[in-house]
């Protein structure tokens, strides 16, 4: 009996460490481009991302890319192509019997009008079956799948370009990929853009979040039954115009983040989140970003949350409006209270140009987040990488202390955590920082230059300290910095 315990005990340990997730970078690296376009965390710790690979100037060659994801980081990487010579994963969704639908677009020459894609994957990450529908679209999108009631299909919430404009296009698909219903929505005006899509309460309607809709380039939110007839639809706030999300935040509140925008100065936008009620009026909206730089929230995915009050949001710092720029960039990663206040910030970057993508929130209290990164130093072609990165729980603790009274200056302290050096980014004069072990103890304190001070930090020990950012006898920042 003792051993029988002992076993199961060893057993449970074995299981634990197996599916334990570490923090980790990859980069996927070849001669051709390369691009995440959905997440997921599978039963057994790890993830797929999915997206498609291909040579930048010739995307008629683009194939499937599924990337499996251990939770040590390890990788398996396996490409799709069916008898077409485009094949492009968007989206990717766990079926209730525990293998996988992947969504994205398929086309063949000579006209390479792109199909409707559907393909079934098994736990071994081979086809079991696909469709490819014909809709007519010169090009396909899948911005957001919303599965049906007990398992019997999914709508689809597509962009579709036809006749020199984006169109909003929904279509019903049944548990085998059949094609049901199909509507496209092109009285509602032109050059229209998704951001995301949720159910209502009642699930008796659908949300869509997007722009050029109502003759207008602000933010609209659309609401469609499920029978895809148009309802009515209201204008969001000035600043939501680009990359928006939504989640439901409580039984009547929704989270919904997107670029906070100035029009007259955009080197000011930012990433703006708030919570609203289903009115979207009166939004207390919370921005994140610095001064004078470009933030924008991830492309797809940029905010994500399993529990209310650790809420993850992500973007890039520093965009440049360039397709490959000679400029560096940041991953730049929040997780928020239920305030809508951060708890702490995670910066990555500076060495490359990227591009952030998409974020999951992950089930061990961290998230996973990709990325494009260019490599103009290095790289003599014009693609991006795949870059991905996953942070535990115990390395998103740069809480900053309660009992300090911040001020709301711009300071910055990129990367966090690191390991030879980091960069304290403040946008004033007269700063001294100060850095202590977590018994109080000083190690070292330094004079701020205004914007970036470069500290070396390569003869500390690997741990937690804490560091304090003062002007004039006057805390404006202070928390947790981690030496890796």
């Given amino acids: ?134 809709l007519d679209v ?63 309460t009642d699930s008796s309607n659908i949300y869509i979040f997007g722009t050029g809709y109502n003759n207008t380039s602000n933010g609209s939110r659309l609401i469609i039954d499920t029978a895809y007839t148009f309802k009515y639809s209201n204008l969001l706030p000035e600043y939501a115009d680009l990359y928006m999300n939504a989640k439901w935040f409580t039984d009547s509140t929704l989270l919904f983040s997107a670029c906070y925008s100035y029009f007259i100065h955009p080197q000011r936008d930012d990433i703006g989140i708030s919570e609203t009620d289903t009115s979207f009026s009166n939004m207390d909206i919370h921005r994140y970003g610095a001064i004078d730089t470009i933030n924008y929230p991830a492309v797809v995915q940029a905010l994500d949350f399993i529990s209310n009050d650790s809420i993850f949001l992500t973007g890039t710092h520093n965009i440049v409006f360039d397709f490959f720029p000679d400029e560096v960039s940041w991953i730049s990663i929040w997780q928020l209270k239920n305030d809508l206040n951060a708890r702490s910030e995670y910066f990555i970057g500076g060495d490359a140009y990227y591009v952030t993508y998409n974020i999951l929130s992950t089930s061990d209290g961290g998230c996973l987040v990709a990325a494009c990164r260019y490599d103009y130093q290095v790289q003599q072609e014009e693609e991006f990488d795949i870059f991905i990165l996953k942070l535990k729980r115990e390395d998103l603790i740069t809480e900053i202390p309660d009992a300090i009274s911040i001020n709301k200056e711009p300071v910055m302290i990129y990367p966090n955590p690191c390991k030879d050096r980091f960069k304290v980014n403040v946008e004033i004069d007269n700063v001294l920082f100060y850095l202590y072990d977590m018994q109080g103890k000083l190690i070292f304190k330094r004079k701020l230059k205004s914007y970036n001070t470069i500290i070396n930090c390569s003869r500390l020990l690997p741990g937690i300290y804490i560091y304090t950012i003062i002007k004039k006898n006057s805390v404006i920042k202070g928390g947790k910095w981690v030496k890796l």
């Fill in 1 to 134: 009996m003792y051993l029988q315990i002992l076993f199961l005990l060893l057993f449970s340990i074995l299981q634990f460490l197996l599916h334990a997730q570490n923090s980790f970078e990859l980069v996927v690296s070849n001669p051709v481009n390369e691009v995440v376009m959905d997440l997921l965390e599978e039963e057994t710790g790890g993830f797929l991302a999915v997206g498609y690979q291909g040579d930048y100037n010739t995307p008629q060659d683009y194939k499937g890319l599924i990337i499996r994801i251990s939770p040590q980081g390890d990788t398996i990487i396996k490409k799709y192509c069916i008898a077409d010579t485009v094949f492009i994963f968007h989206r990717i969704e766990r079926c209730n019997d525990g293998n996988y639908l992947v969504f994205g677009s398929a086309a063949f020459p000579p006209d390479y009008y792109k199909k409707l894609l559907i393909v079934k994957l098994d736990t071994n990450l081979n086809v079991l079956w696909y469709r490819k529908h014909e």
């Fill in 138 to 200: 010169k090009a396909i999108y899948q911005r957001k799948i919303l599965p049906l009631a007990k398992g019997k299909g999914y709508h689809i919430i597509n962009e579709v370009y036809k006749d020199y404009n984006w169109n909003l296009m929904l279509c019903k698909i049944n548990e085998n990929g059949d094609l049901l219903k199909t509507k496209q929505f092109t009285e509602l005006g032109n050059g229209q853009e998704i951001g995301d899509a949720v159910y209502s």
